[in-house]
């Protein structure tokens, strides 16, 4: 396999978690029997431009299909995130009546309707019919397509430039990432502005986040690595901010390399950081395998010693990171009768791999579980808050990555 950027061969692996079917393929009742789709889940690490990326075996539209069950509205926390976000960006880049924002990946709508209530113009590109009908609803413009070049070029044409573009956890998401970014080099205005926001794999790989690795994930992303990818494609990085989502992720402010702003001192601090954690050597890479199957161990160990108590467990989350984790340490409902969810698109379904079946969150309140695995642990505190009267009367929080905690 070559590398998706540089085009060098990949030769030293990262992560190996076998097989799995696309972590967000939930499974209708009825489908339940069928035979599924599984893929090797298996990332590689680019020894030239240090580029993290899983094995080729899925194409986008057989992961990303009009079925698509992630709503990113459902998180109170993302929402006010998101908020915020719309916030500083009309302010720091005066944004008003007479600019454009683009959101990339815009999902539900969850961004752009602070920007509406901004009087700003904007709308958003969105390939999964189930989001962007969500969107439409909240009153955002969609066009439902995969972005590219292609599609930037057709916008460029029809004069709809634009003066801020978000891509908030979509760079990870793309198979062709040197189209995906010269795409955004052509839609920006010249004095535009891009924002990206990734997790950062330098955390990934400090906190054993394994569970973030997944077929939709083509890519894991350092500053480092972003930065030779821009530049490449008609783009440069002058500010980085670190943030707490996702268990650490960037914010990456980009340019067209035509445009005079001069970098901030926060993006050598990012580069100088990296540097010296070594993420430009194999041995930075070399032990993810070792710490994965730790908490994949942990996890067993602690389910099998609940069941021979006699106590209960059931799960909140029917996240994609938690799919991957229960499908390499092979729970099944055995061990785990059930994973609540707010999102009503997963109520009712089955995760894949597992076929857990999904809850809603009254579940719990019925129940009453002496433990709760909350699978998203980027949110747990968010959890704990929503279920705190489960907590009161006696029900424990429980979170696998970056190791086994129990509160």
């Known amino acids: 396999m070559k590398c998706r950027h540089c085009s060098s061969n990949l030769e030293q692996p990262f992560l190996d978690l076998g097989v799995a079917p696309p972590s967000n393929a939930y499974l209708m009742p009825e489908n339940v029997k069928s035979a599924e789709i599984w893929y090797p889940l298996r990332l590689m690490v680019c020894n030239e431009c240090w580029l993290v990326q899983t094995e080729d075996y899925a194409d986008c539209d057989e992961l990303f299909t009009d079925e698509y069950a992630y709503f990113s509205s459902t998180s109170k926390s993302w929402l006010a995130h998101a908020e915020d976000y719309v916030e500083k960006m009309v302010a720091r880049f ?190 930075f890479y070399s032990g993810f395998q070792k710490a994965a199957e730790r908490v994949k161990n942990d996890l067993l160990e602690f389910l099998l010693r609940v069941k021979k108590e006699g106590k209960t467990v059931a799960a909140y989350g029917a996240a994609a990171k938690g799919n991957t984790l229960l499908n390499f340490a092979g729970v099944k409902p055995d061990l785990l009768p059930f994973v609540c969810d707010a999102a009503k698109a997963k109520q009712e379904k089955f995760l894949p791999g597992s076929h857990i079946p999904i809850l809603p969150p009254e579940a719990l309140e019925e129940n009453r579980p002496d433990y709760i695995l909350v699978l998203p642990w980027n949110i747990v505190s968010e959890v704990k808050k929503q279920l705190s009267f489960l907590h009161e009367e006696g029900s424990r929080f429980v979170t696998a990555a970056p190791r086994l905690e129990i509160s």
Not at 170 to 180: K, T
Not at 211 to 220: G, K, Q, V
């Open 94 to 283: 005066h944004l008003s009546q007479n600019s454009t924002v683009v959101e990339i990946a815009a999902n539900d709508g969850y961004l752009l309707q602070y920007v509406n209530k901004h009087g700003v113009p904007c709308y958003g590109i969105e390939p999964t019919s189930s989001t962007a009908e969500a969107a439409r609803e909240k009153g955002v413009e969609i066009i439902e397509e995969f972005f590219g070049a292609s599609l930037a070029q057709s916008l460029v044409r029809q004069g709809r430039l634009a003066d801020l573009i978000a891509a908030n956890n979509v760079l990870a998401h793309v198979p062709d990432i040197n189209d995906f970014v010269a795409g955004f080099a052509c839609l920006l205005k010249p004095e535009g502005v891009a924002t990206f926001e990734f997790p950062h794999l330098l955390k990934m790989v400090q906190q054993a986040q394994f569970d973030t690795a997944y077929h939709e994930h083509y890519s894991y992303l350092s500053l480092t690595t972003v930065s030779r990818i821009f530049e490449s494609n008609g783009l440069k990085v002058f500010d980085v901010e670190e943030l707490p989502t996702h268990g650490g992720s960037l914010r990456v402010f980009a340019q067209r390399q035509d445009c005079i702003r001069k970098p901030l001192p926060s993006v050598n601090t990012i580069l100088d950081e990296e540097s010296s954690a070594g993420m430009s050597s194999s041995g």
